[in-house]
């Protein structure tokens, strides 16, 4: 007799919890910083003008926050593809997002950034994908630390 | 600047226009086709193409550190994304302190479009003066 097979049962991969990926570096430019400050609306001439960053004592334009989605996410992708942990795309939601900041970035910075699994777990035939990210200046200061939660739902 | 438990920020409006969804998606990498590719949107049975979560999350911390002392004010954000944001819809971001702790606020906040929270339970930390 054949062995059930439920095709229901989605086989979430517990295995590769903990796994960290290589580092990627993000070299900030400042026009990078401008284009990401612009396109999500922020007026704070810290982000878009060098001569206001300058007189506010920084060497070039301030990233808003935000930006660490611009040099993290390279490294979570890393994660968020990986044939291991197994990720149906067309089912995907981005379900939670955290970052905790360090000192900021500036254009001119280079950022290195190391992405984990934190955890996979499955409820109800949902996958729960959470990535875990740590980004790095070239002073080995923290300068965000990520944690991006993901559920695959239910076919 | 000064906080106290209680106090409301300055809300934040914005309506994102019709194209926002490509520049962030040119600005943030993320080209997922859910954003910028309406007949992929609507196979996929979405009302057309949706806000990016981590652009509305950018407008949440936007209007923490605008009220509350520049970007390195800004020291946690967490957020829960829920529903979908749509473009040429007004999102209003709300945000009230909840408490005062040796020089750091804790801040909730919300992201609403058409009434519906689309980012709910968002908690932030800021560095206040004193």
């Known amino acids: 007799m054949n062995a059930c097979y439920d095709s229901h049962v989605m086989a979430v991969s517990t295995d590769v919890i903990g796994k960290t990926y290589p580092a990627t570096t993000y070299a900030v430019g400042r026009e990078k910083i401008r284009e990401y400050a612009l396109a999500v609306g922020e007026t704070d001439p810290l982000h878009l003008d060098v001569d206001a960053a300058r007189a506010a004592g920084y060497d070039d334009v301030v990233a808003p926050p935000m930006f660490a989605v611009v040099y993290a996410m390279p490294a979570v992708a890393g994660a968020l593809f990986d044939p291991e942990v197994g990720i149906d795309f067309a089912r995907l939601v981005h379900s939670g997002q955290e970052f905790t900041w360090g000192p900021l970035v500036i254009g001119g910075d280079e950022i290195a950034t190391t992405a984990s699994v934190g955890d996979v777990s499955e409820r109800a035939g949902n996958g729960f994908y959470v990535f875990e990210s ?6 080995g200061e923290i300068v965000c630390a990520g944690t991006w939660s993901n559920i695959v739902r239910a076919a | 600047m000064a906080l106290s438990p209680g106090d409301e920020l300055a809300p934040l409006k914005v ?3 019709k194209y926002l969804t ?3 998606a040119g600005a943030s990498g993320d080209f997922n086709p859910i954003h910028i590719d309406a007949d992929f949107a609507a ?3 979405l009302p ?3 806000l990016h ?4 999350m950018a407008q949440v911390a936007r209007a923490l ?3 509350g002392g520049g970007p390195g004010a800004l020291r946690r954000l967490s957020v829960q994304f829920r529903g979908m944001g749509l473009p040429e819809h007004e999102l209003t971001v709300t945000a009230t302190v909840r408490a005062v702790d040796d020089g750091v606020a804790v801040v909730d906040a919300t992201c609403e479009q058409c009434g519906r929270a689309i ?6 930390q800021l560095r206040v003066a004193g």
């Open chain 2, 65 to 67: 550190t605008d009220a």
């Open chain 2, 22 to 24: 490509v520049r962030y």
């Open chain 2, 48 to 50: 057309g193409m949706i």
């Open chain 2, 119 to 124: 980012i709910r339970k968002a908690e932030a």
């Open chain 2, 43 to 45: 196979q996929v049975g």
């Open chain 1, 134 to 139: 740590v980004s790095v200046n070239k002073r």
């Open chain 2, 53 to 56: 979560g981590l652009y509305s």
């Open chain 2, 15 to 17: 309506t994102p226009d």
